[in-house]
């Protein structure tokens, strides 16, 4: 038997994001994903003689802004290398990349795992540009090239080897998503390729300070994948270990269809690529304007507003957390708050009623036609006591999705919605109640409190909902102890 726990899992993860530029890296093609294949391929893509690229200013703010973001070190002094290797996707024989001085070094990115924070350590993030892509599956004899990717602009984010199990992993990719989000850095869309995740993974000893032989997994896709990926390989990897085989630090592959990896290269290593500066580019140094007009269009980020949501406004972590997912939607609940005291309110409507809606109508927050200080005001009359928070979500608020324009109390007066919060029309339907349901009476009487429930859902039948429910409690409460059938 395998002590599966005796062992630690050393990971490092290689995220590579595409950038929201309009143009590529070094030249004037669109970037746009999902053209028709090979349209967006000028000379300088195609890498043709003669041709000489122009570093795209955008890119650099974008890398900036996520270095920024992690609290990296911006390097002033840059300069591009020629990352060298023969692919038929990569039509210039070599990539342009930066080497031995990435534009943000160190740095970290805070994750949460079972309410527990750590920081993973981020060793660098640098500009390159993609390659194009192969696709095997369109043609039956043939491969064919799409060169669209070719030149478009990535950053490439590199931790330290500090991640220690799948969920951590899990955890670090979800939170660069949000984050490259945020910043509008890249859209994060990972079926689209849009991020990308390369796997560095080892096994060791517990305990033991030493890294082991790691592998290599290109290319997952999704966050799922990331996870999985991690934990069949360290289980074949301990089996290796355990059978008192070496383990070869090699380049693998992730089968989505089978769950395991296969091997696909012996990974080169740093002077197999040959690494030299291009000496088509100027080096670029980065002025601290620059810098600083970067750092002064920061949004606020979702740690931060966490925070914040939690100290001003009483949130726990876990709906804080839930809101600041997407910043839309955590601006779009910043909005409500203008015009509402009823924070808790806030958050239980937002992740209610307003996220099923778009959940059912796969839509963002931007397409919600409710303005933020109508909804405010749906929370108002639900804290006046004139209509309760069932009616509110069943009745106003979808009538609100169909008619913006009217007002939550224009609904609620219209659709005779409007709480009765007067006793004397409640008691009556009271009293009718527990003569109806006397037996009932008795068995609460014996001790079945829980019936309660069942009495206050009668009125509220009877009502169609417009008892308050409050007042319904208190006069329930009261008749149901001194209740003698007459
Ligand atoms: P390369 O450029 O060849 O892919 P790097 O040395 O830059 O390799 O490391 C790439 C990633 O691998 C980094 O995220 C790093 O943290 C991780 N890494 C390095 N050594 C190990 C190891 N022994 N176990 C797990 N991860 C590792
Ligand atoms: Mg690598």
């Given at each position: 038997?395998?002590?599966?726990?005796?062992?630690?899992?050393?990971?490092?993860?290689?995220?590579?994001a595409r950038l929201l530029t309009?143009?590529?890296?070094?030249?004037?093609?669109?970037?746009?994903?999902?053209?028709?294949?090979?349209?967006?391929?000028?000379?300088?893509?195609?890498?043709?003689?003669?041709?000489?690229?122009?570093?795209?200013?955008k890119?650099?703010e974008l890398?900036?802004k996520m270095?920024?973001a992690?609290?990296?070190?911006?390097?002033?002094?840059?300069?591009?290398?020629?990352?060298?290797?023969?692919?038929?996707?990569?039509?210039?024989?070599?990539?342009?990349?930066?080497?031995?001085?990435?534009?943000?070094?160190?740095?970290?990115?805070?994750?949460?795992?079972?309410?527990?924070?750590?920081?993973?350590?981020?060793?660098?993030?640098?500009?390159?540009?993609?390659?194009?892509?192969?696709?095997?599956?369109?043609?039956?004899?043939?491969?064919?090239?799409?060169?669209?990717?070719?030149?478009?602009?990535?950053?490439?984010?590199?931790?330290?080897?500090?991640?220690?199990?799948?969920?951590?992993?899990?955890?670090?990719?979800?939170?660069?998503?949000k984050l490259v989000r945020y910043l509008d850095v890249c859209d994060g869309?990972?079926?689209?390729?849009s991020?990308?995740?390369?796997?560095?993974?080892?096994?060791?000893?517990?305990?033991?300070?030493?890294?082991?032989?790691?592998?290599?997994?290109?290319?997952?896709?999704?966050?799922?994948?990331?996870?999985?990926?991690?934990?069949?390989?360290?289980?074949?990897?301990?089996?290796?270990?355990?059978?008192?085989?070496?383990?070869?630090?090699?380049?693998?592959?992730?089968?989505?269809?089978?769950?395991?990896?296969?091997?696909?290269?012996?990974?080169?290593?740093?002077?197999?690529?040959?690494?030299?500066?291009?000496?088509?580019?100027?080096?670029?140094?980065?002025?601290?304007?620059?810098?600083?007009?970067i750092?002064?269009e920061m949004p606020?980020l979702?740690?931060?507003?966490?925070?914040?949501?939690?100290?001003?406004?009483?949130?726990?972590?876990?709906?804080?957390?839930?809101?600041?997912?997407e910043k839309a939607?955590?601006?779009?609940?910043?909005?409500?708050?203008?015009?509402?005291?009823?924070?808790?309110?806030?958050?239980?409507?937002?992740?209610?009623?307003?996220?099923?809606?778009?959940?059912?109508?796969?839509?963002?927050?931007?397409?919600?036609?409710?303005?933020?200080?109508?909804?405010?005001?749906?929370?108002?009359?639900?804290?006046?006591?004139?209509?309760?928070?069932?009616?509110?979500?069943?009745?106003?608020?979808?009538?609100?999705?169909?008619?913006?324009?009217?007002?939550?109390?224009?609904?609620?007066?219209?659709?005779?919605?409007?709480?009765?919060?007067?006793?004397?029309?409640?008691?009556?339907?009271?009293?009718?109640?527990?003569?109806?349901?006397?037996?009932?009476?008795?068995?609460?009487?014996?001790?079945?409190?829980?019936?309660?429930?069942?009495?206050?859902?009668?009125?509220?039948?009877?009502?169609?909902?417009?008892?308050?429910?409050?007042?319904?409690?208190?006069?329930?409460?009261?008749?149901?102890?001194?209740?003698?059938?007459?």
């Open positions: 038997m395998i002590d599966f726990a005796s062992y630690e899992i050393v990971v490092g993860l290689e995220v590579h309009a143009s590529k890296l070094f030249c004037a093609d669109s970037n746009q994903y999902g053209a028709a294949p090979n349209t967006n391929v000028s000379p300088i893509t195609l890498g043709h003689p003669g041709t000489l690229p122009r570093l795209n200013k890119a650099v890398a900036v270095g920024l992690c609290q990296c070190q911006i390097n002033r002094e840059n300069y591009f290398a020629r990352k060298n290797y023969f692919y038929p996707d990569l039509p210039k024989g070599y990539q342009i990349s930066q080497q031995t001085v990435p534009i943000c070094s160190n740095g970290f990115v805070p994750i949460t795992v079972e309410d527990k924070q750590k920081n993973i350590r981020l060793h660098r993030i640098h500009l390159e540009e993609d390659a194009g892509k192969s696709l095997h599956d369109v043609d039956e004899k043939y491969s064919c090239i799409d060169y669209n990717r070719a030149g478009t602009p990535l950053i490439e984010i590199v931790t330290e080897p500090d991640i220690r199990s799948s969920e951590e992993a899990y955890a670090f990719v979800n939170e660069i998503r869309n990972m079926e689209e390729g991020l990308r995740c390369d796997v560095n993974i080892s096994v060791r000893p517990k305990g033991s300070h030493l890294l082991g032989t790691r592998v290599e997994i290109k290319n997952l896709n999704s966050v799922r994948h990331v996870k999985k990926a991690i934990e069949t390989e360290a289980e074949r990897l301990i089996h290796k270990i355990e059978a008192g085989h070496s383990i070869i630090q090699e380049t693998r592959s992730f089968d989505v269809q089978i769950g395991t990896t296969h091997p696909i290269r012996e990974k080169e290593n740093e002077d197999d690529y040959r690494y030299f500066p291009d000496p088509d580019l100027p080096p670029l140094h980065l002025q601290e304007s620059f810098i600083k007009n750092r002064n606020v979702p740690q931060e507003r966490i925070k914040k949501y939690m100290i001003d406004w009483q949130l726990s972590d876990y709906d804080a957390t839930l809101i600041t997912e939607f955590a601006d779009y609940f910043e909005q409500v708050i203008l015009h509402t005291k009823n924070y808790k309110a806030a958050a239980n409507w937002m992740l209610g009623p307003v996220k099923s809606w778009l959940n059912e109508q796969k839509k963002d927050i931007d397409a919600l036609p409710i303005l933020p200080e109508k909804l405010a005001s749906v929370i108002q009359l639900i804290d006046e006591g004139k209509v309760n928070f069932s009616i509110a979500s069943t009745a106003i608020f979808p009538q609100l999705l169909q008619n913006p324009s009217l007002s939550a109390a224009e609904i609620a007066q219209k659709q005779d919605l409007l709480q009765d919060s007067d006793m004397s029309s409640i008691e009556p339907v009271i009293d009718e109640i527990l003569n109806t349901f006397a037996d009932k009476v008795s068995a609460y009487q014996k001790g079945k409190k829980g019936l309660l429930a069942f009495f206050v859902g009668q009125v509220m039948k009877k009502t169609n909902g417009k008892a308050d429910p409050q007042l319904t409690n208190t006069i329930l409460l009261e008749k149901l102890n001194h209740y003698t059938k007459k």
